[in-house]
């Protein structure tokens, strides 16, 4: 089978050299040797993946008979269709199990990509800075809708959102070298009385960083659950009674899941699009054809790339950004017929594509039946304007012949 990076070599798209290259990560030099190497990966059968409903099992090995085609979103709406390369058809396969620390989006990340010789702590610290670099050149308005999704997140407002969530979390932030004074504060509100857990939520939230704006993701999204982190991660529990618990992560091995906003910064920085495989057990009530579905998401910048895929299994409820992603691997198939595979491309901007072309049709037809009904009514009032002079002129015409048939009967009487 040839690999996914064998399409990158295969297909340029675009200048070589615009697209970021491994050895420009800022490696950690004492763990790798060399940032350039591509990674033979031994794929999983999906009859072999572990955690998989029989539903799941057998969608998922459907779907890597068949196989996915991917078009370049921008092959479909060009009328140069040779600057960008063929269709290409991919089969899915297992990557295999990482290791649920938190840092899994960026393990299987790297899988996905087949790139060795630097840590998921390294991606994600890539990551972290094309986010920073992208937020400082966005306009406010746009700022303000990214610093909107991250308080939804992180800092929801617990007023509402019980409809949906059972349990929703707050995040916060406290610096490890303000982890002893944070517990004395608590300590002096128990010794007046107040319950620890009360007290510490009290302490935590007047004295540690909320997440809840861009810069302050930034510091979350950081956190890989290292001795070297600059922060800890607080995590306080509500219900829609009050507080549930806390974790208040006291040997600071917790670090930030990654979400949507950190695949959307992998794609931009790697300028490719990302999509999500997510597969639903029984638990999500929805029948076997339509268990499997694609997430996409796609870069800021242009796709200089092919497509790289994570797996996610559909499970219950999640804390903020709580999923576990796990790699797939993406072997390129023989061409077949595009009626034989599954269709993955940029749904949304051919919809809208079509929606315009459809508001564009119904506005034109409504122009000419507005222009129609004008020359109509401009003609049925050019014939009213007319009919009115016509009787008025006949009117005077009877006026005039009345007069004169009453001035010969005045003279026929004298």
Known sequence: DLRLNDVVACYPWRDPTSAPSLDQLDVDQSTTTTATAIATIKHTAWE???????????????????????????????????????AVVFRLSHGGDVEADGNCLFTASMRAMGLIGFSGRDLRRRTVRRFLEDIGS?????????????????????????????????????KKEDRKGLDLAIDELVHLGMQRELAAETIYKERCIAVDDGLS????????????DEYDIITLQYTEEGLLTIDENRDGHAAAFGDDIAIECLATEFKREIYVVQAHGSDAMVDEENCVFFLPHRPRSEI???????????TGWCGAGGDHYEPLIAHLSSPISQEKVGLVHDEYAEERSTQSVTKSAILENKE?????????TEEHTEKDRVGKEVNQDQGLEEEVEEQEDDDEGDKTEE
């Open 138 to 174: 966005v306009a406010d308005l746009e700022r303000d809708l990214i610093g909107g999704a991250i308080r939804h997140m992180y800092s929801p407002d617990l007023g509402s959102g019980w409809g949906v969530h059972v349990v929703q979390e707050v995040k916060l932030l406290a």
């Open 368 to 376: 000419e039946e507005r222009s129609l009904e004008m020359s109509m």
């Open 48 to 86: 072999h993946v572990s955690g998989l409903e029989d539903q799941q099992r057998r969608q998922l090995q459907r779907l890597y008979t068949k196989g996915v085609l991917w078009k370049h979103p921008e092959s479909q709406r060009s009328q140069e269709s040779q600057d960008f390369p063929p």
């Open 304 to 314: 200089c790339s092919p497509p790289f895929f994570l797996f996610m299994k559909g």
């Open 217 to 228: 993701w930034a510091k979350y999204m950081s956190i890989s659950g290292c001795p070297d």
